[in-house]
């Protein structure tokens, strides 16, 4: 007995990733695929920004061209280069030891000099379009900067949904931790970019992943063992998305080309989610 017929877990990728996710989504629902009619929506970093766009009803096209269409008064992040170069060193090493280099993250998220939590929070909630959890389910996914622990946020955490948000893509460096009950949390992709093993009971699992081209695929595959899905489908950019991305996923010049190659690798994507989507069968 599965608990959710249909479930999404959207990965992180940064602006670029953001901007292809968006592009992707809005395609295939212009050729029948909604995929804001999952059961379940897993959404960490900026992949929490197209989910929550989505489980709230919001159309995925709005953010073609997100400084105008998304409200944002196009402020960019302030970005501490020092201290994000320390985060990459530290995650460099976290394979021997991951909590302690999480929790390294964590302390160098909050030395950074990266702006007040509220324009981030406010940037987040321009991105969303919505102030309100939505009652179709959804988490995001954070890190406690102090522990190192992941948590996910719901509707039943408490948390605003535009903070939820912009805790989730709050990478170290980038953007400020956000505080949440007390607590600072972090971006919620330093554990895993998809986490996709928290759509563990659904019958059909979609993940979409925009970097997956950039990480090996074995912890993806550790999860999706979890989740236990009868059909799993996998979404990733393929070499033309990858070209237009270029070589920085944080690139936000390059928003609209990668929307466009989103939204033209949905027709290719559909073939892929068609049928399962629409019965929860495999395709196979």
Same mark, same amino acid.
């Given at each position: 007995?599965?608990?959710?017929?249909?479930?999404?877990?959207?990965?992180? !990728?940064?602006?670029?990733?953001?901007?292809?996710?968006? !592009?992707?989504?809005?395609?295939?629902?212009?050729?029948?695929?909604?995929?804001?009619?999952?059961?379940?929506? %897993?959404?960490?970093?900026?992949?929490?920004?197209? !989910?929550?766009?989505?489980?709230?009803?919001?159309?995925?096209?709005?953010?073609?061209?997100?400084?105008?269409?998304?409200?944002?008064? !196009?402020?960019?992040?302030?970005?501490?280069?020092?201290?994000?170069?320390? %985060?990459?060193? %530290?995650?460099?090493?976290?394979?021997?030891?991951?909590?302690?280099?999480?929790?390294?993250?964590?302390?160098?998220?909050?030395?950074?000099?990266?702006?007040?939590?509220?324009?981030?929070?406010?940037?987040?909630?321009?991105?969303?379009?919505?102030?309100?959890?939505?009652?179709?389910?959804?988490?995001?996914?954070?890190?406690?900067?102090?522990?190192?622990?992941?948590?996910?946020?719901?509707?039943?955490?408490?948390?605003?949904?535009?903070?939820?948000?912009?805790?989730?893509?709050?990478?170290?460096?980038?953007?400020?931790?956000?505080?949440?009950?007390?607590?600072?949390?972090?971006?919620?992709?330093?554990?895993?970019?998809?986490?996709?093993?928290?759509?563990?009971?659904?019958?059909?699992?979609?993940?979409?992943?925009?970097?997956?081209?950039?990480?090996?695929?074995?912890?993806?595959?550790?999860?999706?063992? %979890?989740?236990?899905?009868?059909?799993?489908?996998?979404?990733?950019?393929?070499?033309?998305?990858?070209?237009?991305?270029?070589?920085?996923?944080?690139?936000?010049?390059?928003?609209?080309?990668?929307?466009?190659?989103?939204?033209?690798?949905?027709?290719?994507?559909?073939?892929?989610?068609?049928?399962?989507?629409?019965?929860?069968?495999?395709?196979?």
């Amino acid at each position: 007995m599965y608990a959710h017929d249909r479930a999404l877990a959207l990965g992180a !990728g940064g602006p670029v990733g953001a901007a292809w996710t968006a !592009g992707l989504a809005c395609g295939l629902r212009s050729v029948g695929v909604d995929l804001s009619e999952a059961d379940l929506i %897993v959404g960490t970093s900026t992949g929490a920004i197209i !989910g929550a766009l989505l489980a709230t009803g919001q159309d995925p096209g709005r953010l073609v061209t997100p400084v105008r269409r998304a409200g944002s008064d !196009g402020t960019p992040p302030q970005v501490d280069g020092r201290r994000l170069g320390e %985060v990459f060193a %530290v995650l460099g090493d976290a394979a021997s030891n991951p909590v302690e280099a999480w929790r390294g993250a964590g302390r160098i998220a909050l030395a950074a000099e990266t702006g007040p939590e509220q324009a981030h929070v406010d940037r987040m909630r321009a991105m969303v379009g919505a102030d309100r959890w939505p009652d179709r389910k959804l988490l995001i996914t954070v890190m406690d900067t102090e522990t190192g622990e992941p948590k996910v946020l719901d509707r039943a955490s408490g948390a605003p949904l535009p903070s939820a948000v912009a805790a989730s893509t709050a990478f170290p460096g980038i953007y400020p931790p956000i505080t949440i009950s007390g607590r600072r949390y972090m971006d919620g992709s330093l554990r895993s970019a998809t986490n996709a093993g928290l759509a563990a009971g659904a019958r059909t699992l979609v993940v979409i992943d925009p970097q997956a081209h950039l990480f090996p695929r074995e912890l993806l595959h550790r999860e999706l063992a %979890v989740a236990g899905a009868r059909t799993v489908v996998t979404i990733e950019p393929d070499p033309a998305s990858t070209r237009a991305f270029g070589s920085d996923m944080n690139d936000r010049t390059v928003w609209e080309p990668a929307y466009q190659a989103g939204l033209r690798q949905a027709a290719d994507a559909a073939e892929q989610l068609d049928f399962a989507w629409k019965t929860g069968s495999d395709t196979d």
